[in-house]
């Protein structure tokens, strides 16, 4: 064993001398690692495609492996391309083109035309245009909800359908997929009989059925177990399960598998990543040898233990400590900002002055909207990744959109019978139809608000509704967005549904600089094309979503939106509740990647607002709290009965008088808020007298001088 651990040592140091390279010993570790199943854990900048690349390297000129026995799967189209260019710059085109680096869809392929080609079949033809897809589903779901969907809703049904496949899930299991709007489970079993119909498959059906292939029929199984001896697999935690399956068949009896990956960096759930191979590796591969990379060459000191801190904390991963080889840098900062919008205007005067190579990341696509029309407004550069722009044709934007065009035309039956059950005016069907092809006085809400079919909750509500619109075609945008959200019902319909509010602040944020509502929709339209461009390419100030940066760096890193129920999406669960600790653990994963794409510098933004923290800053930036102060500093409230200067404020008796100002704003249709009843309209003001309509469908009268006196009125912000 010792004379083979010399041989194998001397075979890797000629080797590393003859190719110029320069490893270190866990890297080296891992290069010579050739027979039987490994599994390569890479912290984020250890470089580890250079130990990939390296060990194909070695496997060749070494071990005299022939090139065309070894198959190197990629995540990407362009990870392939990009690592065979990179094999034949630093070991020789002649040895680089007879090696094979391929997608796992690309492998599939080949399965699917060696099947045809060895049992005289035909397979089913690729359905390869996505937007062909799209249209499908579009139609599919239009029949089954007897409406129109929006894009936002195909591209949801397109991701839920790649991770039903992926995951290779069972008919009970879809009835756990949930897509907005939608019987997924049956809108699925559709699809699919459509596409065996048409004699399709799509991008995923090519797993699928290469999958079927490899286990009925031998012959072809044993075809590319004899082709491909040796495996390798890059980006293995973003592998899914059914891609998994795939390649453990095609290991065979040899077993000679290399996975590269990280646990940790695992943050494709969503596309059906299965992190969990990696973690079960040593249970799935008897005898596989585990190695690590964990020493990062990308960041700071400061900048990789504070990320090392941080990833600890998941429960389902492996014992890794990542280590900095860089010298010391600056320490992770923490920018306090008052709120979400504050940030728009700091991150503005940065794209201004930026000179560095300065990343902004975020959770979602929507989180630039503002700044990038902030920054479009100021005529400011900025370079924009891979933006989706589904926001603009999601349902909360659509609703919303409808909403206000409703308010500049109160009698489109069309616009009304999309949104007249999501406004909380308990409208049945059979009325809103009834007042929506009617032909009369007024509105069609006016109509209905003298329907004596009708309730007088609903008749009420529909007075109120009509107010609402009156009033919101004189208001700002963001103050059109907020009426609607807290005063219209639409945001408790939101809250029924289960859908996210998220949309409605962005359109809200957006809505601060037009002048009215239906300023904000022209602008939405500008916006979505301006999305599109990108920006300018070469501009050193980056936009982009963590998922885009990953497999990037940048000197600077920004974290924006960071705060419970944007970034992380949800609140830390009940350890119990496994299915939501796996959805919280990769939202923590999420934040590390981002962290660590940073080289020299990483700020997280915080907000003072309470309604904004966030359980990662606070995890990253611990508040000591204030030791209680002496008794004698204390404030105290005297017993005894004195003068006005010893009792509490708050029991002297007010003036009954309007505040300046008061005259103006106490008006109909005037947005308010209420100590004890909460938010509010005014419905009807008689002099001193005010009625107003709360958000649970009571109406109260109120002494407006009186009820100000003592601070129960305050205007709604």
Same mark, same amino acid.
């Given at each position: 064993m010792t004379i083979a651990a010399g041989v194998s040592m001397a075979d890797l140091q000629r080797f590393?001398?003859?190719?110029?390279?320069?490893?270190?010993?866990?890297?080296?570790?891992?290069?010579?690692?050739?027979?039987?199943p490994v599994l390569l854990l890479a912290v984020p900048g250890s470089g580890k495609t250079t130990v990939l690349v390296s060990r194909v390297g070695y496997m060749v000129y070494e071990k005299q492996i022939p090139p065309e026995q070894i198959l190197t799967v990629t995540y990407t189209v362009s990870a392939a391309r990009d690592m065979k260019a990179r094999f034949c710059r630093s070991f020789g085109q002649e040895m680089g083109s007879r090696l094979e680096f391929r997608t796992i869809n690309g492998l599939c392929s080949r399965v699917i035309r060696t099947y045809e080609r060895l049992l005289g079949r035909q397979a089913f033809s690729l359905l390869e245009d996505t937007g062909a897809q799209g249209a499908l589903l579009g139609e599919l779901c239009r029949r089954q909800q007897k409406e129109f969907v929006p894009e936002s809703t195909v591209k949801?049904?397109?991701?839920?359908?790649?991770?039903?496949?992926?995951?290779?899930?069972?008919?009970?299991?879809?009835?756990?997929?949930?897509?907005?709007?939608?019987?997924?489970?049956?809108?699925?079993?559709?699809?699919?009989?459509?596409?065996?119909?048409?004699?399709?498959?799509?991008?995923?059906?090519?797993?699928?059925?290469?999958?079927?292939?490899?286990?009925?029929?031998?012959?072809?199984?044993?075809?590319?177990?004899?082709?491909?001896?040796?495996?390798?697999?890059?980006?293995?935690?973003?592998?899914s399960k059914i891609q998994h399956a795939i390649l453990d068949l095609l290991a065979g009896q040899e077993k000679n598998i290399f996975l590269v990956g990280d646990e940790d960096q695992s943050i494709y759930g969503f596309r059906a990543a299965y992190p969990q191979a990696l973690t079960q590796f040593s249970k799935r591969y008897?005898?596989?040898?585990?190695?690590?990379?964990?020493?990062?060459?990308?960041?700071?000191?400061?900048?990789?233990?504070?990320?090392?801190?941080?990833?600890?904390k998941n429960r389902d991963r492996y014992p890794k400590h990542m280590e900095a080889v860089r010298?010391?840098?600056?320490?992770?900062?923490?920018?306090?900002?008052?709120?979400?919008?504050?940030?728009?205007?700091?991150?503005?005067?940065?794209?201004?002055?930026?000179?560095?190579?300065?990343?902004?990341?975020?959770?979602?696509?929507?989180?630039?909207?503002?700044?990038? *029309? &902030? !920054?479009? @407004?100021? /005529?400011?550069?900025?370079?924009?990744?891979?933006?989706?722009?589904?926001?603009?044709?999601?349902?909360v934007v659509q609703d919303i959109s409808n909403i206000i065009r409703?308010?500049?035309?109160?009698?489109?039956s069309a616009l009304f019978l999309n949104i007249y059950y999501k406004l909380g005016a308990g409208i049945r069907k059979k009325d809103a139809e009834e007042a929506a092809t009617q032909k009369g006085k007024g509105t069609i809400l006016e109509r209905l608000a003298e329907n004596p079919q009708a309730s007088a909750f609903t008749r009420r509500q529909c007075r109120a509704l009509q107010t609402h619109l009156d009033h919101m075609l004189l208001e700002p945008g963001d103050k059109a967005v907020y009426r609607i959200v807290r005063f219209m019902g639409y945001g408790e319909y939101l809250q029924r549904q289960g859908m996210e509010s998220g949309k409605a602040q962005i359109l809200e944020?957006?809505?601060?600089?037009?002048?009215?509502?239906? *300023? &904000? !929709?022209? @602008?939405? /339209?500008?916006?979505?094309?301006?999305?599109?461009?990108?920006?300018?390419?070469?501009?050193?100030?980056?936009?982009?979503?963590?998922?885009?940066?990953k497999g990037l760096e940048y000197d600077r890193v920004i974290l924006m939106d960071v705060a419970d129920g944007i970034f992380p999406r949800t609140g830390q669960p009940e350890p119990e509740d496994e299915e939501a600790w796996k959805t919280w653990e990769e939202e923590r994963r999420l934040f590390y990647v981002a962290m660590t794409r940073a080289r020299n510098r990483l700020q997280v933004f915080r907000f003072r607002h309470p309604e904004m923290e966030s359980t990662f800053s606070q995890e990253i930036f611990p508040v000591k709290k204030p030791s209680r102060a002496p008794a004698a500093l204390r404030p105290t409230v005297s017993k005894k009965p004195g003068t006005m200067a010893q009792r509490p404020a708050a029991l002297e008796k007010k003036p009954q008088v309007l505040p300046a100002g008061a005259e103006q704003y106490y008006v109909k249709g005037a947005a308010l808020s209420h100590r004890r009843f909460g938010p509010g309209i005014i419905a009807d003001r008689q002099g001193d007298l005010v009625t107003v309509a709360f958000l649970d469908g009571s109406q109260r009268t109120f002494s407006l001088a009186a009820t100000l006196g003592l601070g129960q009125f305050a205007p709604e912000k």
């Open positions: 590393q001398s003859r190719f110029g390279l320069s490893l270190n010993p866990q890297q080296q570790a891992a290069v010579e690692s050739v027979e039987g949801a049904l397109q991701t839920a359908i790649t991770y039903a496949k992926n995951q290779m899930l069972t008919r009970e299991e879809l009835e756990t997929v949930e897509v907005e709007g939608v019987d997924f489970p049956a809108l699925f079993q559709t699809y699919d009989q459509t596409l065996r119909q048409r004699q399709q498959m799509d991008y995923d059906d090519q797993m699928v059925y290469a999958r079927q292939i490899l286990l009925r029929y031998p012959e072809v199984l044993a075809r590319f177990q004899d082709k491909y001896r040796y495996l390798s697999v890059d980006e293995a935690q973003d592998t008897q005898g596989a040898k585990v190695l690590y990379l964990e020493k990062n060459y990308r960041s700071t000191p400061q900048i990789v233990e504070t990320a090392q801190n941080f990833i600890q010298p010391a840098g600056l320490a992770v900062e923490s920018i306090s900002l008052a709120n979400r919008r504050a940030q728009y205007s700091y991150l503005m005067q940065v794209a201004q002055d930026c000179q560095e190579e300065t990343a902004v990341l975020y959770r979602d696509n929507e989180s630039a909207l503002p700044l990038i *029309d &902030l !920054l479009v @407004r100021k /005529g400011i550069s900025y370079r924009c990744r891979q933006v989706d722009s589904a926001f603009f044709t999601s349902r409703f308010a500049q035309d109160p009698q489109s944020s957006l809505g601060t600089m037009e002048k009215s509502p239906m *300023d &904000l !929709l022209r @602008r939405l /339209g500008e916006l979505e094309d301006l999305v599109r461009q990108g920006g300018e390419p070469d501009c050193p100030f980056v936009l982009s979503t963590i998922h885009s940066s």
